[in-house]
Each structure stands twice: as C-alpha cells, then as structure tokens.
C-alpha cells in the first residue's frame, strides 16, 4: 500500500520533539507497520534529517544524529538556537 507523502510526513514529525513517540506507538495509533515506519525514518536519516530515537535523550543520539543537529544549528543565531532547543527538548550547551 502506498501512503502520500503528505501523510508519510505527518507520522515523521510526530517522530520529533515535542511528540517522540516510538514507532511502536506510532504504528498502533496509525495503523502503519513497524518496518515501514523504520524504513522512513531511515530515508529522513539518510537525506541529513534529525529522527533520533524516542526513547534515547540527546545521551543516547548516535553520532550522525549529534552532527546532523551541529550542521541545522551552525548558522543560528542566539535566539534562533534557543527556539530551536526549546522545539525540539534540548539545551543549547
């Protein structure tokens, strides 16, 4: 069954803070198998998207995850940064 990307990117911000759920959650609430919600996280991962695990804080981000929110904050200004943290539960140090 295809999905739209439309929809495929709904399930993928629910990925994100504030929401992180897990895609065991996710697949129940959407009715979308666990391995195609893997696979999708694993293309936005691989296009440079920031998709950590649900259930792992900042501590438990691989390496690609920590460098991919480097390369999104670079450019940032002090505030732009703290809005950017606040989205997303993180601390800007």
């Given at each position: 069954m295809g999905y739209s990307p439309e929809?495929?990117?709904?399930?993928?911000k629910r990925m994100l803070p504030p929401n992180n759920l897990a895609i065991r959650q996710l697949s129940q609430d959407e009715g979308i198998s666990e391995a195609t919600l893997h696979k999708w996280r694993a293309d936005a991962r691989s296009k440079g998207q920031l998709?950590?695990?649900?259930?792992?804080?900042?501590e438990g981000w691989s390496s690609r995850d920590k460098f991919a929110a480097v390369l999104e904050t670079a450019a940032l200004n002090e505030t732009d940064l703290a809005e950017?943290?606040?989205?997303?539960?993180?601390?800007p140090t």
């Open positions: 929809r495929k990117s709904a399930v993928l998709l950590p695990d649900a259930d792992a804080g900042p950017y943290c606040r989205k997303r539960g993180l601390y």
